[in-house]
Nanobody, 120 residues
Framework: QVQLVESGGGLVQAGGSLRLSCAASLRTFSTYAMGWFRQAPGKEREFVAAINWSGGSTSYADSVKGRFTVSRDNAKNTVYLQMNSLKSEDTAVYYC?????????????WGQGTQVTVSS
């Protein structure tokens, strides 16, 4: 059974930093493209960042570009989201997800999410 487990969320003041981790039980993790999404209360889930299988290609939502960095360690089956200069509008539940390829639209697997709360 595939599991994606996020960790690293919490309460932080505006301007602070957090690093989220997502540990995947995927046997062939290194072949999957990974993504981070978030959902704030009363809002739809939105794309945050994505990374291809090797880490050589990344993409970001405009709202986080320059502040967030996605990376991965295939030896540890883990993807990370470094979040700097956090703002109150970054408050949300953050989810990681896996898809077969950066060229595949749909994500096959999702984690349960981790709460990030930014106080102003």
């Amino acid at each position: 059974q595939v599991q994606l487990v996020e960790s690293g969320g919490g309460l932080v003041q505006a301007g602070g930093s957090l690093r989220l981790s997502c540990a995947a039980s995927l046997r062939t993790f290194s072949t999957y493209a990974m993504g981070w999404f978030r959902q704030a209360p009363g809002k739809e889930r939105e794309f945050v960042a994505a990374i291809n299988w090797s880490g050589g290609s990344t993409s970001y939502a405009d709202s986080v570009k320059g502040r967030f960095t996605v990376s991965r360690d295939n030896a540890k089956n883990t993807v990370y989201l470094q979040m700097n200069s956090l703002k109150s509008e970054d408050t949300a539940v953050y989810y990681c997800a896996a898809r077969l390829s950066q060229y595949v639209v749909s994500y096959s697997y999702w984690g349960q999410g981790t709460q990030v709360t930014v106080s102003s």
